[in-house]
């Protein structure tokens, strides 16, 4: 959750979910590129509250952005936003916003509530904050809950990663609502994307391999490469993982995992995977094509800690 959007993403055993090639866009045009399954709905730090002429209260999509920013920021805002709210509950402290190097006005904030909010609606300001802090937490609970129940994901078997400047202070509401048992909030939660890339090593190695025997006494030689710098700086041993890439028709081509049993099961099991988030599984197009793909993964030292808190 940053200034502007919550970006939300389902990981099952770790592992981020990826977009079909064809759902890949950029505006109006097909990316056809890898991109991470991640919804995004607009809300922010900068989410402005407001009371629209049905009198009805809402917060976001519209945002302050970074300028001029919520009006406790003293740029020139005057609409009330989601970090104006903070600071009216006392949860952003004002003498140590961006440990203390920027300053915070909180009777401008103050003001902005109630003159937007409050005095609109009857309310005490206290209540008018909550208010903005509740509809934003209820939002991304929606959101959160839409992305991972229709995919067939119970958000009660997962933990909830709570990244981005904003993302800790509503964490533990949704996690509540939801009943997810386990919130991590990483130690620089405003830097996380940042942080991630300098600390990811990928290396990309291809070869054929015309064998159909990927499970028997070729499988030792379809294993990723042991060494490398990625794997020297690795905490422990590197795991090597092996999936399928099956093309059916030109434009139709699937990722599977492969199975130690071999092909037939390795298909078998991905259409129990598709019964269970579809409902359904697909039908059995004659596969042309079968790619086997070895990764291996290593746990690299990072300077970014995480802390974990129930």
Same mark, same amino acid.
């Given at each position: 959750m940053g200034g502007t959007s919550a970006d939300i993403g389902v990981a099952p055993d770790g592992k981020l979910r990826m977009k079909h090639l064809l759902d890949t866009r950029i505006g109006d045009y097909h990316a056809m590129v890898p991109m991470a399954e991640v919804d995004t709905i607009g809300a922010g730090g900068g989410s402005i509250a407001s009371i629209d002429e049905g009198g009805m209260f809402r917060v976001g999509p519209r945002s302050a952005g970074a300028m001029p920013g919520p009006a406790c920021y003293n740029r020139g805002g005057t609409e009330p936003t989601s970090t104006d709210a903070m600071v009216v509950m006392g949860w952003l402290g004002a003498d140590s916003f961006l440990s203390g190097t920027m300053e915070v006005k909180p009777e401008l904030a103050t003001e902005a509530v109630k003159t937007h909010i409050a005095d609109k609606l009857?309310?005490?300001?206290?209540?008018?904050?909550?208010?903005? %802090? @509740? $509809?934003?937490a209820h939002s991304m609970t929606e959101a $959160? /809950?839409?992305? /991972?129940?229709?995919?067939g994901y119970? =958000?009660?078997? %997962? /933990? #909830?990663?709570?990244?981005?400047?904003?993302? !800790? #202070?509503?964490a533990w509401q949704i996690a509540e609502h939801l009943g997810i048992p386990r919130v991590i909030v990483p130690g620089h939660p405003g830097i996380t994307s940042v942080g991630g890339r300098p600390a990811d090593h990928r290396r990309a190695l291809r070869g054929p391999d015309d064998r159909v025997d990927v499970v028997g006494r070729t499988?030792?030689?379809?294993a990723a490469p042991r060494d490398g710098p990625a794997l020297r700086a690795g905490r422990r041993p590197a795991a090597c993982r092996r999936h399928l890439r099956s093309r059916h028709h030109p434009r139709? @081509?699937?990722? #599977?995992?492969?199975? *130690? +049993?071999?092909?037939?099961?390795?298909?078998?099991? +991905?259409?129990? *995977?598709?019964? *269970?988030?579809?409902?359904?599984?697909? =039908?059995? !197009?004659? /596969?042309?094509?079968?790619?086997?793909? =070895? +990764?291996r993964s290593v746990s690299t030292t990072s300077r970014y800690s995480w802390s974990t808190s129930a």
């Open positions: 009857g309310a005490d300001l206290e209540h008018a904050a909550m208010g903005i %802090f @509740q $509809i934003l $959160i /809950s839409l992305h /991972s129940v229709r995919k119970d =958000p009660r078997e %997962f /933990s #909830l990663v709570a990244e981005g400047g904003a993302g !800790p #202070l509503y499988r030792p030689r379809l139709a @081509q699937r990722r #599977l995992p492969l199975c *130690r +049993t071999g092909l037939r099961a390795s298909c078998a099991r +991905t259409r129990r *995977r598709d019964h *269970r988030r579809m409902g359904r599984a697909r =039908p059995r !197009p004659p /596969s042309t094509r079968c790619t086997v793909v =070895p +990764t």
